[in-house]
C-alpha cells in the first residue's frame, strides 16, 4: 500500500482476488452512504428534494425500504474488485520505475504513480461502473422507472447508446480519480510515517493503515468534490439533452446553482470515503497473509 514495501510474491491473479474480496467488503459497507451523496447531487438546488443526509436516507428507507438504499450497488460491488485491482496494478508498475536501489521513492513521484493508478481505474472500472450506478440511482429519484436493476440498465443504455454510453463523463472521472490516487497514496504514506514511524510492528498493523487510509481519503474528498458533483451531473439521465461537454455543465452548475454547489453531498461522501480508503488499506494487507 502506500507506505508498504511492494510484495516480491504479489501476482495479478492475487492481487485481483484481495482486491475483489477487499472491494466487495468495502462497497456493501459504504454503498448507503454513496446512494445519498449521489441524490443530494442530482437534486435542484432550488427545488430541494432533501433537506439533508438524514432526511435523504429517512425518505428513501419509507418510500422503498432498507434495501433502497441500495439500488445500483450491484455494479459498484462487482466493479471495486477490477477498480482495486486496476488501481494497484497501474500504480506499482509505475512506482516500481522510480525506486532507488533501497526500494525508496520520492513524494513527487509517488504523486505520479497515484496519478497513473488513478487513471487506470477510471478508464477500465470506475466510469462504466459509476455511469450504470448514476442512471439506476437518478431513475430511482424521478420514479420513471426506466430500469428495472442494474444489469437491465447495461443492457438498455448499451442499446440505446452503444458501449460509449457506458462512458458518459469519461473526462471528470478521470480527473476525479487522477486527484484522489495523486493525493491519496503520498497522505496515506505521511500518516503512517506519523503514526508509526520506525517501529516495525505499528507498521505492520493493518488497524494502523486504515486509520492512516483514511486520514488521506478525507484529505482527497476535500480537493475532489467539484469533479465529483461535476462527474455525477454528466451521468445522469437527461445529461445528453441538457449539457453539451464537461465545461458546458461545469458552467451551468455556476451559473444555475453557484460555486458551493460544487461541495454537494460533501459530508456523506466525506464519512463514505473515509471509510472506503481505511477499510481498503486495512483489509488490502490483511488478506496478504491468508491469500
Excluded at 506499482?92 to 525508496?104: I, L, P, S, Y
Excluded at 505521511?190 to 478525507?218: I, S
Aim: hydrophobic share 40%.
Amino acid at each position: 500500500m502506500g507506505g508498504m514495501k511492494k510484495d516480491p510474491s504479489e501476482s495479478p491473479v492475487r492481487t485481483l482476488i484481495k482486491g475483489f474480496l477487499t472491494g466487495g467488503i468495502e462497497a456493501v459497507i459504504c454503498y448507503p452512504t454513496e446512494f445519498i451523496k449521489t441524490q443530494l447531487q442530482l437534486q435542484s438546488k432550488k427545488t430541494p428534494e432533501y433537506s439533508g443526509i438524514l432526511d435523504c436516507g429517512i425518505k428513501t428507507v419509507k418510500a422503498n425500504g432498507p434495501m433502497g438504499l441500495y439500488r445500483g450497488a450491484l455494479p459498484l460491488i462487482v466493479g471495486s474488485s477490477f477498480k482495486q485491482a486496476a488501481r494497484w496494478t497501474g500504480y506499482t508498475h509505475v512506482a516500481d520505475q522510480f525506486k532507488d536501489e533501497k526500494g525508496n521513492i520520492s513524494v513527487p513521484a509517488r504523486m505520479f504513480a497515484g496519478f497513473c493508478g488513478g487513471v487506470s481505474e477510471a478508464v477500465l472500472a470506475v466510469t462504466p461502473m459509476e455511469t450504470i450506478k448514476t442512471r439506476v440511482t437518478d431513475d430511482a429519484r424521478k420514479g420513471t422507472k426506466n430500469y428495472s436493476g442494474s444489469m437491465d440498465a447495461v443492457l438498455k443504455i448499451m442499446k440505446s447508446e452503444g458501449p460509449m454510453g457506458l462512458y458518459r463523463g469519461v473526462i471528470p472521472t478521470i480527473a476525479k480519480q487522477g486527484t484522489n490516487q495523486m493525493v491519496r497514496f503520498p497522505t496515506q504514506f505521511f500518516f503512517m510515517n506519523f503514526m508509526a514511524g520506525d517501529d516495525k510492528v505499528k507498521r505492520d498493523n493493518p488497524l494502523l493503515h486504515g486509520a492512516a487510509g483514511a486520514c488521506a481519503g478525507a484529505v482527497s474528498v476535500l480537493l475532489t468534490m467539484p469533479q465529483d458533483t461535476i462527474k455525477t451531473r454528466m451521468q445522469s439521465e437527461d445529461a445528453k439533452k441538457m449539457y453539451k461537454s464537461t465545461l458546458d455543465c461545469a458552467t451551468q452548475i455556476l451559473k444555475t446553482d453557484g460555486i458551493a454547489f460544487f461541495y454537494a453531498g460533501t459530508w456523506p461522501r466525506l464519512i463514505r470515503v473515509s471509510l472506503d480508503v481505511g477499510i481498503t488499506f486495512c483489509i488490502f494487507p490483511l488478506l496478504s497473509k491468508y491469500i
